[in-house]
């Protein structure tokens, strides 16, 4: 992670079932969902906050590819 007020560059690979998630270019996690009756292909992208203390998230240079 980077030194407070410094961003952090979150990088999410998804093709298909095969997603990878890294982390200032350190692969995170990495899945193959074998699920298919749980999984949809097709849908809207929501970035997620979870709740707790108040805090500030920022985003910014998101691209969907």
């Given at each position: 992670m980077q030194?407070?007020?410094e961003w952090?560059?979150y990088?999410?690979t998804a093709?298909?079932?095969?997603?990878i998630?890294?982390?200032?270019?350190v692969?995170?996690?990495?899945?193959?969902?074998?699920?298919?009756e749980?999984?949809?292909l097709?849908?809207?992208?929501?970035?997620?906050?979870r709740s707790?203390?108040?805090?500030?998230?920022?985003?910014?240079?998101?691209?969907?590819m």
């Open positions: 030194p407070q007020g952090n560059d990088r999410i093709k298909g079932q095969h997603i998630r890294q982390i200032n270019g692969t995170c996690a990495e899945l193959i969902d074998r699920e298919s749980h999984f949809d097709k849908g809207i992208l929501g970035l997620q906050l707790g203390d108040p805090m500030k998230v920022q985003f910014k240079n998101i691209f969907l």
